[in-house]
């Protein structure tokens, strides 16, 4: 077609671990020098890993969102109980209760609260990922659409792999917000008189 004759124009080739790329195709690289031009996957579609990318940081941004919003919920509950249990903070502290003891009953109640929401959410989330493909397949069947076509996506299923530092730091993240709000509400039960 482009009448080159025996002339070789391509090369592909395939690895059994494709994560290892660049040190498979590094001495490939070096012997070939400027006579060929060596392109691994990444480099082919760098357009949709850097739209991954963003992804991945749009969705911890939402998270974040989230998180606060959750953070804001054990606040206004806190500020509540204060204030429901003003009388009770007050006889407590006629018995001889500490400010400081008086506040870390209000801290332990925010982050029970707190990691208990955190434990039901890893948990709802590890069974999210574990069924994934069922609840594609559901929303599938409810909407009558194809969420998933293989033409579009190049994939057969919705693939998913955990990242333990991102799921630490989120739930670091959820630790110090949740602790951040309890702040405020017990430091006013602990300056009840």
Do not use: C
């Amino acid at each position: 077609f482009l009448m080159l004759g025996d002339a070789v124009a391509m090369i592909e080739v395939t690895t059994a671990d494709p994560d290892r790329v660049d040190e498979i195709l590094a001495p490939l690289a070096a012997s070939l020098g400027s006579r060929a031009i060596v392109r691994d996957w990444r480099s082919m579609n760098s357009a949709l890993f850097e739209a991954l990318q963003v992804e991945r940081v749009a969705m911890f941004v939402v998270l974040s969102i989230i998180i606060l919003v959750a953070a804001f919920n054990i606040l206004s509950s806190l500020i509540m109980l204060v204030r429901a249990k003003h009388r009770d903070i007050a006889i407590l502290r006629t018995m001889g209760a500490t400010r400081r003891g008086v506040m870390k009953i209000f801290m332990t109640v925010g982050l029970t609260i707190g990691l208990l929401g955190i434990v039901a959410g890893m948990i709802l989330g590890a069974i999210g990922l574990y069924f994934r493909q069922p609840i594609v397949d559901f929303f599938q069947r409810l909407t009558g659409q194809n969420l998933w076509d293989p033409e579009v996506r190049v994939l057969t299923q919705l693939p998913a792999r955990t990242d333990p530092f991102e799921v630490g730091m989120i739930v670091l993240m959820a630790v110090v917000l949740s602790f951040l709000a309890t702040l405020i509400p017990a430091s006013r039960a602990s300056k009840a008189d």
